[in-house]
């Protein structure tokens, strides 16, 4: 593994570690992109346990692996109305939470990685004031014509310079597309004022559902997750940057049921991912789907049934035994300053 010239040591590891044996990453499995079919291992990290998957692209060559319909095409819906009301509902519950943990009162969030601008509109119906990035230049500017927020084309370098300025800075499921998240971590913390709340969610690569998918499980998604993460990683990685953990939860209704539904299907061998793919609006597919594709799909729809009862008890095992399949975290920010590493 070390000696392909696109690995590189996990960004845990020290100017002067980075030949030893001991960061030699371990081998999780290997894995295949459902839409392009290209192969990537995914490996851990001995020292840390961060999970990466490699090799490590650029973000030239990652980008290919973005299709246009990543995102669906302006102005349309990329699920049915139905799941897209789900969402908002949901998104609306998120912004509350943060809200409690900032005061009690609307300030000014950041949204970094806002996609089509769900949450940042949940924040925005609270009486926030809202900013957000977004790495596709064009969404990024949808976004800002729809809602009038401050919506750059970027990551957090959009908005290097306002540090200090924001009471809350939101990393929805974003941390796993990024390559060097303890630095994206530390860099929210200098955004954020002292006290910020910090709303991170990401999959959790050892949850149960992730087990017993494996190199099949839904939320895996090589290339595009580039960092896979378990709770103990986050909270560490969290604590670094210093950030002190309020609560954690793992309950995302609009995934759950679903990626627990899809992963076993994937599991049982239909073509991966496939419904998920067949539930995105036409424009919005990731890859094209022929006559057996649909046969696939009439399996599929027949097998969530009873998958689905299934569901339940699992959920309720769960969240009990906190392992559920992704885990959102509010932190704060502590003035406490993290040990060296601060710099940006
Ligand atoms: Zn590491």
Redesign the pocket.
């Known amino acids: 593994m070390t000696d392909n010239p696109e690995w590189r040591p996990?960004p845990?590891?020290q100017p002067a570690d980075e030949s030893p044996v001991a960061w030699r990453p371990r081998l999780v499995f290997a894995a295949r992109d459902y839409v392009t079919g290209d192969a990537f291992t995914v490996v851990e990290?001995p020292?840390?346990g961060?999970v990466r998957t490699q090799p490590r692209l650029s973000a030239a060559a990652l980008a290919k692996y973005y299709p246009k319909s990543y995102h669906g095409a302006a102005g349309a819906r990329r699920f049915p109305s139905v799941v897209e009301w789900l969402q908002n509902c949901l998104y609306a519950g998120r912004a509350a939470r943060v809200e409690r943990a900032a005061g009690g009162r609307p300030g000014h969030v950041l949204d970094v990685g806002c996609g089509r601008g769900h949450l940042l509109r949940a924040f925005q119906r609270r009486g926030w004031q809202v900013a957000g990035t977004e790495i596709d230049r064009h969404t990024a500017e949808l976004v800002r014509a729809e809602t009038g927020a401050d919506v750059r084309p970027g990551l957090l370098e959009a908005f290097a310079g306002a540090d200090g300025g924001f009471d809350a800075v939101v990393l929805w499921h974003v941390l796993e597309h990024l390559h060097d998240p303890a630095q994206v971590l530390r860099d929210c913390a200098r955004l954020l004022r002292p006290d910020g709340t910090l709303f991170v969610g990401v999959p959790d690569v050892r949850s149960w559902e992730a087990r017993i998918g494996g190199n099949k499980w839904f939320h895996l998604d090589v290339p595009r997750h580039v960092t896979h993460f378990s709770r103990p990683v986050l909270r560490d990685l969290l604590g670094r940057a210093g950030f002190a953990v309020l609560a954690e939860s793992s309950v995302a209704p609009e995934y759950d049921l679903f990626s627990f539904v899809q992963t076993m299907l994937n599991r049982l061998g239909l073509r991966h991912n496939i419904l998920y793919n067949a539930l995105r609006s036409g424009a919005a597919r990731l890859f094209p789907m022929d006559a057996t594709d649909w046969l696939q799909v009439l399996v599929s729809v027949l097998l969530a049934m009873p998958l689905s009862a299934l569901f339940l008890p699992w959920m309720l095992a769960t969240v009990i035994l906190r392992c559920g399949a992704t885990v959102a975290i509010i932190a704060t920010k502590t003035s406490r300053l993290p040990g060296g590493g601060q710099t940006g």
Request: charged letters at 0%; aromatic letters at 0%; a neutral charge.
């Open positions: 996990c845990c590891a990290c020292q840390c961060l």
